[in-house]
Nanobody
Framework: QVQLVESGGGLVQAGGSLRVSCAAS????????MGWYRQAPGKQRELVAD???????NYADSVKGRFTISRDNAKKTVYLQMNSLTPEDTAVYYC????????????????WGQGTQVTVSS
């Protein structure tokens, strides 16, 4: 079984910062892309940022210049540093990972964390 456990959400004032983390555990051969998504009330889940195992990064336009994604492959952990937060960033943030469970045969699965609430007050 593979689990993604997020931590670090909370309440912050506009202009403040938060860092969320997501650690993967379980029977994992390799983790390819890891990323963060968010879902605000009444809205669809959207990509915030993702990062490949080689370090290639993709950001949503709405967070470019404010958020930074990083990962520690040895710890199977992905981080999202969020700066200059605005009320529009309020959402549940979900971690996502593309996991190679076995090499031969190659068995890929996508996993989601349980979500962590980020609330930005004005």
């Amino acid at each position: 079984q593979v689990q993604l456990v997020e931590s670090g959400g909370g309440l912050v004032q506009a202009g403040g910062s938060l860092r969320v983390s997501c650690a993967a555990s379980g029977s994992i051969f390799r983790i390819d892309a890891m990323g963060w998504y968010r879902q605000a009330p009444g809205k669809q889940r959207e990509l915030v940022a993702d990062i490949t195992s080689s370090g290639r990064i993709n950001y949503a336009d709405s967070v470019k210049g404010r958020f930074t994604i990083s990962r520690d492959n040895a710890k199977k952990t992905v981080y999202l540093q969020m700066n200059s937060l605005t009320p529009e960033d309020t959402a549940v943030y979900y971690c996502n990972a593309d996991v190679l469970l076995t090499y031969l045969p190659s068995t890929y699965r996508q996993y989601w964390g349980q979500g962590t609430q980020v609330t930005v007050s004005s």
